[in-house]
């Protein structure tokens, strides 16, 4: 699959899997989607023998702990993915597009 095959499966996965639909993502209304994004895009950035010893989430992480899973640097960039364009559905519907 192609980044962006990967990117709407993931999405797909959030929706169907997860149940974070567009109900769920139009209560997110304080730019939990993107500062979501941003944690995941970030640590896939970061070195590796940091990721091996980081414990916690990003400072951009809106929800709790537990919802913060990171895998590998090509993973957590798919989901960062993910997570924008439920971002940016969420603003369109909320534009009225």
């Not at 209560?27 to 950035?45: D, I, K, M, T």
């Not at 916690?56 to 590998?72: E, I, V």
């Given at each position: ?5 990967d ?8 929706i ?54 990171p ?27």
């Amino acid at each position: 699959m192609s980044a962006i095959e990967d990117i709407a499966a993931e999405r797909q996965r959030q929706i169907s899997g997860e149940e974070f639909g567009p109900a769920r993502d139009d209560g997110y209304v304080h730019h939990q989607l993107s500062r979501a994004a941003a944690a995941y895009a970030w640590f896939a950035g970061t070195p590796d023998e940091w990721r091996a010893t980081y414990t916690g989430a990003p400072p951009t992480w809106p929800w709790s702990l537990n919802w913060w899973k990171p895998r590998d640097r090509r993973h957590d960039l798919v989901r960062a993915g993910a997570l924008i364009v439920a971002e940016i559905e969420r603003l369109d519907r909320a534009e009225g597009r």
